[in-house]
C-alpha cells in the first residue's frame, strides 16, 4: 500500500514547528511552486490514466488515492520533511506504474502528454537542483534538498524503462528533454560538493537513458561531454584510494563510462575518444589526471576490444601501463595494474609479447618492503591473470615461494588489519591459479604449500576468516593440479580442518569447505568414502531454505557434547548476525559438493542417494534461482549412478522421474535464463542416457516434455517474457519501495546485458534487428532447448518424425538467426538417431551450415558444431548429401587449414582446447566425408591435410571416425597415401601409447599391420626400428595380441 501524505499542517522531522508560539494558528511551511504545482497536476492526471490502465481493483484504488493526494497537496503548505514524504510517495508511485503497467498502455495518453508529463518532473528538479549552495556546507535545507533530489532521479530512471516504446514513437519531442536531463544529471552528478547518494542517482538517470536510447548521445553530441565528465570524475583528487567496493567518483566515472562504452554503436566512437582523452591526460603533470587516463582505459580491452587489439594502440596502452607501474606515487601506480589486469584478462593472445615487461614489474612491487599495501593488492590482480595461463606456466611456478614467503611474512604481523588479511587472500588466490595450470609440476613445492595452507585453514579469529576460506579453496585446487597419490598423505588433516571449518560461524569458510571436499571427491574417487559418515551432516544443514544454516552447523547429530558446549557462544553470536547470500552460497556448494561426491563415486554413492537426495528434491522448487542451476546439474549426475539399460532399474526410474518432474517445472516456470538453460541440458541428458524407457515410463510424461519443448522454441516460456511485463511479486515490496527499486536495476542490467552477438550491422543495437537478437543467456535457453531436441530424437528414433515435422520449422528459423550457434549439434544427432526418416530435411540444412560457416570469424566453438554437424549429415544423409559433397569439401578443408594454423603458444588451457576440438572435428568431418565420397572428391588433398589433423587432441568421441577412415585410405587409395606412410604409422604409434588404445586398437592394429605389408614394408620396419627401445617394444607387442 501507498504510505498517505497529509495535507494539512503538523511536525516532526526538519521541518517541524520551531518558533511558532503556543495557541498560534499561522500555518507552516511553504506553498507549492508554480513549477512543483504544474508537475503536482501533471503527476495526478499520469496516476488517474495509469490507474485506469489496469484492472487489479486494489491497484486501482492506490492509483486513485495516490492521484488524490497530489491533486491536495498542490494547495497545501509543504514543510520539508513533508516535501520529502511526497517525494518518497512520488518515487514509489514509479516503480509500481513500472511494475504492474505495460508499455503500450499510456501511448495514447492526451492530459498529459509523456513530453508534458516529464518535462514537467525535469522542470521541478532543475528547480530544487537550482537552489542549492555552492560550497560544501551541510545545512538542513541542503540535506532536504538533495534527499528530494536523489528520489526524483531514481523516479526518472523508472519513467524512462516504463515509456521505453514510447520514446521511441514520440522520439523528436523526448530528444529535447533527454539532453536536457543528461546535460543537467551530469553537472550535479560530478560536483564532489554533493551528497554521495545524489550524485549517483543523478548519473544513473545517464546510465539508463545511454543503455536504453544510445543514438541520442551520438545524434545531440552529447557523447564527448559524457567522456570528460567521466574523465573529471576519475581525476577527482578527494578520492584517496581505488577501492572498487567503496563509494568514489572514480568509481562512478567508471562505471558509467563502462555503460556508454558497451551501449554506443559502432564502438569505435567511444574507444577513439577515451584513447584520446587518455593520451592527452596520461602525458599531464597532474598525477590525478594521469591515474584518470589509466582508469578510464581499462574500460576499453572489454567494451571495445577489437578497437584496442589494433597493435600500435595495444603497444601503446602496455607502454603506458609500464611507465605507470615505475611510477613512485601510489594512486599512479595503483591505476597502472588496474589497467594491467584488464589488459591481461580480455587481450589474450595478443598481449602475450607484454608479459615479459609486466611479470617483473608485478613481482617488483611484491617483494619491494616499502611499497604499500594499496599497490602490492593491485599488483596481484593482473599476477592472478597471468597465473592462470597455461602458456606463462613455466614463468609463474617459479614465483611460488616468493608468494609463500610473502603470506608468512604478513601473517607473522603482531596485529593484522582487514587491508593485509586481503593482501593474503590476493596471494593465496595467486598460488591457486598456478596450482591449476601447472598440474604435477607443482609438485615442487606441494609440501611447503600444504605445510602453509594447512596452518592457514586453523585460523580462528574473525578478521582472518577469509584468509582461512581461501586457503581451504586452495588445496581443493591443489588436490586436483597432484592427483591422488601425492594429496593422500594429508587427506586426514585436510578432512579434519574443513570439518572444524563447519563448525564456525562463517558461511564463506563453509562453502570453501564444501567446494575442497568436492575436489577431494574427485581426486579420491570412492577413497573418500570413509569421511563421508562424518561430514554428511554438514551437506544437509544447508540444505533446507527455510531453516536457516546457522542454526545447524554441527552436522551430525551424534557430535560430541562438548564439542557443541565449546561453539555455543559463537552461534548465538551467529544467529544475531546472520549473512543471506553467504548462507545461498553454501547451500549451492554443498549441492555442488553432493554432485562431486557423484561424479567420484559413481555407483558406489548409492548407499548415500537417498539421505543426500532426499531433502534436495524436496525443497527443489524453493530455492534461489543460482542454487537451482545447482540443482539442474546434481540432477544430471545420477546417469553415473545408474548404467543405461533396455530396463530402467527402480531406484533409477524413481530418481530419474522426479528429476523429470523437477527439470520441467524449473524449464515453464523459471524467469532466470540460466537456470532453463541448466534444467535443459539436465533433462537432455538424463533422457540420452535412460532413453525411452524413462521418458515413456509414464506415456504423459514424454508427451509433456515435448510439449514444453515446442513452446520454448516458440519462445513462449516465463524467461522469454519481456521484463516490463513481470508481475509485481510482492505489496509489501513496493510499500518500502527499496525492492521496487532494486528490480528496476535488474532490468536495465538486464538491457544491458544484450550483445546482438551474432548481427554482423552493429546499428542493430540502436533500431533492433528483429526477433532473434537475443540476450547472451537466452541464446544459452536456444542452445540448450535444441539438446533436448536430439535427445528425445535419440530416445524415439524414427518415430520421432511427425514431432520433429512440427518443428523443423522453427529450427530452420534458428539456425538462420545464429542466435543459437552452439546447439547446432542436435542437427547431427537427429541425422545419427533417426536415419533415413530424417532424409526429408538434409537438403534444407546444408545451405544453412554452410553459409554459418562461412561467417565463422574465429568462432571455434561455432566451427566445432558446425563442422560436427557437416560430417554426420554427410555420414548419415544419404543421397539427399550428395549434391552438397563437394561444396562441404572445400569448407571443411578451408576451416581445418586456417585451424592448423592456429598459434596457440600463448593461449591458456581452456583456449587451447576450444580450439583443438574444433580441429578435430574438422578432420573427422573430411574422414566421415572420404568415407561416403572418395570417388569424387580430390583425395590428392584430401589425405594429407586430413593426416596433419591427426592425432586426435582433445575431442576423443571422433576417434572411430577417423581412424576407421585411416584404414579405408589404406585400403582403398594406397597409392595416393604412399608418400605418407611414415606419418600415418607415426600417428599409430602415438594413439596405441595413449588411453585410447583399448578403445581403438582394431582399427589401428589393422591399419598398422596393412602398412607393414604394403609395398614400403621395408621402409616403415626400418622406421620402427629407429624409434626407442620402449616405444618400439609397445608398439610390436600390440601388434602381436589379439585385437
Known amino acids: 500500500m501507498f504510505r498517505r501524505v497529509a495535507a494539512g499542517g503538523g511536525g516532526g522531522g526538519r521541518g517541524g514547528r520551531g518558533g511558532v508560539k503556543k495557541g498560534a494558528k499561522k500555518p ?20 488517474v490514466a495509469a490507474g485506469a490502465a489496469i484492472e487489479d481493483e486494489d491497484a486501482l484504488g492506490e492509483f486513485q488515492e495516490i492521484a488524490s493526494q497530489f491533486s491536495t497537496l498542490r494547495e497545501a503548505r509543504l514543510s520539508q520533511q513533508r516535501r520529502q514524504e511526497l517525494f518518497e510517495e512520488f518515487e514509489v508511485f514509479m516503480f509500481s506504474v513500472v511494475s504492474r503497467v505495460h508499455n503500450e498502455i499510456l501511448t495514447e495518453m492526451e492530459a498529459p502528454s509523456l513530453d508534458e508529463f516529464f518535462g514537467s518532473l525535469l522542470d521541478v528538479i532543475e528547480e530544487i537542483a537550482g537552489e542549492l549552495p555552492e560550497d560544501e556546507s551541510e545545512s538542513t535545507s541542503q540535506i532536504a534538498a538533495e534527499s528530494e533530489l536523489t528520489l526524483l532521479y ?56 545511454v543503455s536504453t536510447d544510445p543514438s541520442l548521445f551520438t545524434e545531440n553530441d552529447l557523447l564527448n561531454t559524457c567522456i570528460d565528465s567521466f574523465f573529471t570524475l576519475c581525476a577527482d583528487p578527494n578520492d584517496d584510494a581505488l577501492d572498487p567496493n567503496a563509494f568514489s567518483s572514480q568509481n562512478l566515472g567508471t562505471l558509467h563510462l563502462d555503460a556508454v562504452a558497451g551501449s554506443v554503436k559502432p564502438t569505435e566512437l567511444v574507444a577513439s575518444a577515451v584513447f584520446e582523452k587518455a593520451k592527452q591526460w596520461y602525458g599531464s603533470a597532474n598525477k590525478f589526471e594521469r591515474k584518470a587516463a589509466l582508469v578510464s582505459l581499462a574500460v576499453l580491452p572489454e567494451a571495445c576490444t577489437e578497437y584496442v587489439l589494433q597493435k600500435e594502440r595495444l603497444d601503446t596502452i602496455a607502454d603506458w601501463i609500464s611507465k605507470a607501474c615505475d611510477e613512485s606515487d601510489e594512486l599512479v601506480k595503483s591505476a597502472g595494474y588496474i589497467c594491467m589486469a584488464e589488459v ?161 560461524p562463517d558461511p564463506d569458510i563453509k562453502a570453501a569447505g564444501h567446494s575442497t571436499f568436492g575436489d577431494l571427491a574427485i581426486v579420491l574417487g570412492n577413497d573418500i568414502s570413509p569421511f563421508l559418515d562424518s561430514y554428511v551432516g554438514f551437506l544437509l544443514a544447508p540444505l533446507d531454505p527455510n531453516s536457516s544454516s546457522k542454526k545447524k552447523s554441527r552436522g551430525d547429530e551424534d557430535d560430541d557434547e562438548e564439542d557443541e558446549d565449546e561453539d555455543e557462544d559463537e552461534d548465538e553470536d551467529y544467529e544475531d548476525e546472520g549473512d543471506p547470500e553467504g548462507e545461498v552460497e553454501e547451500r549451492r556448494l554443498a549441492i555442488e559438493c553432493v554432485k562431486s561426491l557423484v561424479e567420484g563415486m559413481k555407483e558406489n554413492f548409492s548407499p548415500f542417494q537417498n539421505r543426500l537426495f532426499d531433502p534436495i528434491l524436496q525443497h527443489a522448487a524453493d530455492y534461489e534461482d543460482e542454487v537451482k ?65 524413462l521418458l515413456f515410463a509414464d506415456r504423459s510424461t514424454g508427451e509433456q516434455v515435448v510439449d514444453i519443448l515446442g513452446r520454448m522454441l516458440n519462445k513462449e516460456i516465463m524467461c522469454f517474457q519481456n521484463v516490463d511485463e513481470e508481475d509485481e511479486e510482492d505489496d509489501d515490496e513496493d510499500e518500502e519501495g527499496e525492492e521496487g527499486e532494486e528490480d528496476i536495476n535488474k532490468k536495465l542490467k538486464a538491457k544491458e546485458k544484450t550483445k546482438h552477438s551474432h548481427c554482423e550491422d552493429e546499428s542493430c543495437a540502436k533500431e533492433g534487428c528483429g526477433d532473434e537478437c537475443e540476450n547472451e543467456e537466452l541464446e544459452g535457453v536456444i542452445a540448450s532447448s535444441l539438446e533436448l531436441l536430439g535427445a528425445l530424437a535419440k530416445a524415439r528414433g524414427a518415430a520421432f518424425e511427425p514431432t520433429l515435422a512440427t518443428l523443423f520449422p522453427r529450427v530452420v528459423e534458428i539456425v538462420k538467426s545464429g542466435s543459437a550457434d552452439y546447439g547446432f549439434g542436435c542437427l547431427a544427432e537427429l541425422a545419427e538417431s533417426m536415419g533415413a526418416a530424417y532424409a526429408p530435411y538434409v537438403e534444407q540444412l546444408f545451405p544453412l551450415l554452410l553459409a554459418r560457416l562461412e561467417k565463422w570469424n574465429e568462432n571455434f566453438a561455432l566451427a566445432h558444431n558446425v563442422a560436427f554437424t557437416l560430417g554426420v549429415l554427410c555420414l548419415k544423409g544419404g543421397a539427399a548429401s550428395k549434391p552438397f559433397h563437394k561444396q562441404t569439401y572445400d569448407a571443411l578443408a578451408s576451416l581445418l587449414k586456417t585451424l592448423l594454423a592456429v598459434d596457440m603458444s600463448e593461449f591458456n588451457s581452456e583456449q587451447i582446447t576450444v580450439v583443438e576440438r574444433a580441429r578435430d572435428n574438422a578432420t573427422s568431418a573430411l574422414g566421415k566425408l572420404f568415407m561416403v565420397a572418395a570417388d569424387s572428391l580430390p583425395v590428392s588433398e584430401l589425405i594429407p591435410l586430413f593426416l596433419k589433423g591427426l592425432p586426435l587432441k582433445a575431442d576423443f568421441e571422433e576417434a572411430n571416425c577417423a581412424y576407421s577412415a585411416c584404414v579405408k585410405m589404406i585400403n582403398t587409395h594406397p597409392a595416393v597415401l604412399e608418400p605418407h606412410m611414415v606419418q600415418m604409422l607415426e600417428i599409430f604409434r602415438e594413439v596405441l601409447a595413449s588411453s585410447l588404445a583399448d578403445k581403438l586398437k582394431g582399427f589401428v592394429v589393422t591399419g598398422a599391420n596393412s602398412l607393414l605389408s604394403s609395398g614400403k614394408a621395408a621402409e616403415l620396419r626400418a622406421v620402427v626400428d629407429s624409434w626407442p627401445a620402449e616405444q618400439r617394444e609397445a608398439f610390436n607387442k600390440s601388434l602381436s595380441e589379439k585385437s
Do not use: W
Open 28 to 47: 507552516t511551511g511553504t506553498l507549492p511552486s508554480e513549477k512543483l504545482k504544474t508537475f503536482l497536476d501533471n503527476a495526478e492526471k499520469y496516476a
Open 154 to 209: 531514481k523516479a526518472v530512471v523508472a519513467f524512462l524503462m516504463v515509456s521505453i516504446e514510447q520514446r521511441r514513437e514520440l522520439r523528436q519531442q523526448f530528444s529535447a528533454l533527454s539532453v536536457r536531463v543528461v546535460k543537467h544529471t551530469l553537472a550535479l552528478g560530478t560536483n564532489s560538493s554533493r551528497q554521495p547518494d545524489v550524485r549517483e542517482a543523478a548519473l544513473n538517470v545517464v546510465g539508463s537513458l
Open 344 to 504: 591481461v584478462q580480455h587481450l589474450q593472445p595478443a598481449c602475450a609479447t607484454h608479459h615479459k615487461a609486466f611479470l617483473p614489474r608485478i613481482m617488483k612491487a611484491l617483494e619491494n618492503t616499502d611499497e604499500c599495501l594499496l599497490v602490492k593488492t593491485k599488483a596481484t590482480i593482473p599476477l592472478t591473470q597471468l597465473c592462470s595461463l597455461i602458456s606463462t606456466v613455466n614463468e609463474t611456478i617459479p614465483l611460488v615461494p616468493t608468494l609463500l614467503k610473502q603470506i608468512k611474512e604478513m601473517r607473522a604481523k603482531m596485529f593484522k588489519l582487514k587491508e593485509d588479511c586481503e593482501y593474503i587472500e590476493s596471494l593465496t588466490v595467486c598460488v591457486r591459479a598456478i596450482a591449476g595450470c601447472a598440474g604435477d609440476k607443482f609438485l615442487t613445492y606441494l609440501k611447503d604449500s600444504m605445510e602453509l595452507f594447512l596452518a592457514m585453514m586453523k585460523e580462528t579469529d574473525e578478521i582472518s576468516h577469509i584468509v582461512r576460506a581461501t586457503a581451504t579453496a586452495c588445496v581443493g585446487e591443489i588436490a586436483r593440479a597432484v592427483g591422488k597419490e601425492n594429496i593422500q598423505p594429508y587427506v586426514d588433516d585436510i578432512v579434519r580442518d574443513i570439518i572444524a571449518g563447519m563448525k564456525l
Open 629 to 693: 542451476a545447482e540443482v539442474a546439474s546434481l540432477l544430471a549426475s545420477i546417469v553415473h549412478i545408474y548404467p543405461a539399460s533396455a530396463e530402467i532399474q527402480p531406484q533409477a526410474k524413481e530418481i530419474g522421474q522426479a528429476a523429470l518432474q523437477i527439470l520441467t517445472s524449473y524449464i515453464t516456470s523459471c524467469p532466470e535464463p540460466a537456470v532453463v538453460e541448466e534444467a535443459n541440458l539436465a533433462l537432455s541428458e538424463i533422457i540420452k542416457h535412460f532413453g525411452a524407457p
